[in-house]
């Protein structure tokens, strides 16, 4: 049951040119949409995030779109550096539902590599 | 910057023995999530902690799997008796809402 699905396992770029990672969603109750940042033997590392409230929203190199209609957002990064070479996972949470607990569901991540 | 410590960050076992992961979370944090990642799978969700008792937990998360705070500041997680599909990479996560804060996690090895 996948309600997060990161269909591009991996995105290979040229340094300076723009990255777009693409997340679909299913679960209507997600309100709230994360990307996450993981290098090798490291743990996710929050990178930026919006709000269903929200169709964009822009931090530096990475801008995150939302399209709650299509129920899809996406990770821009320009221009994409070396160091961004990394494994990129989406992750949404229904914050409006209640409960005790911010519990985030992932999807599988998409390898980016971004070539000198 | 806070950050989230697990340890070790490398548990070998065998089939059967019990093993506790350990995480320190973020001092001033009060909710506290388990996940885990088999290798070239997705990140999943085990279980969250708040106020002292677990709010939510997945299907995963069988009576096999255990977790306590037991003082101020550790967060562990318990596997009684540990099978071959437990190995995985186990991370801890804490957060004061949201975003959630990840260690960098406990590789283990179920032999």
């Known amino acids: 049951d996948q309600q997060v699905k990161q269909n591009s396992p991996s995105l290979s770029v040229q340094e300076g040119r723009i990255s777009i990672l693409n997340c679909d969603y299913t679960?209507?109750?997600?309100?709230?949409f994360l990307w996450y940042k993981k290098y090798p033997a490291e743990g996710p590392t929050f990178l930026i995030s919006i709000s269903s409230i929200k169709d964009k929203n822009e931090d530096g190199r990475f801008t995150v779109f939302l399209n709650k209609s299509a129920k899809h957002l996406s990770l821009h990064i320009v221009p994409s550096q070396p160091g961004d070479s990394a494994v990129y996972f989406c992750?949404?949470?229904?914050?409006?539902?209640?409960?005790?607990?911010?519990?985030?569901?992932f999807g599988k991540g998409t390898l980016l590599t971004v070539n000198p | 910057e806070p950050e989230v410590t697990q340890t070790p960050s490398h548990q070998v076992t065998q089939m059967g023995q019990e093993v506790i992961l350990r995480c320190v979370p973020i001092s001033n944090h009060l909710y506290f999530y388990w996940y885990r990642q088999i290798l070239g799978q997705k990140v999943e969700f085990l279980v969250s902690f708040y106020n002292n008792e677990i709010s939510e937990k997945s299907e995963i998360f069988d009576d096999q799997f255990s977790v306590e705070r037991p003082d101020g500041s550790n967060f562990t997680l318990k596997i009684r008796s540990t099978k071959l599909e437990d190995s995985a990479m186990y991370f801890c996560?804490?957060?004061?809402?949201?975003?959630?804060?990840f260690g960098n996690g406990t590789r283990l090895t179920v032999t």
């Open positions: 996560a804490s957060s004061d809402r949201i975003p959630l804060h």
């Open positions: 992750a949404a949470s229904a914050l409006g539902s209640g409960g005790s607990n911010y519990k985030l569901t």
């Open positions: 679960n209507s109750m997600f309100d709230y």
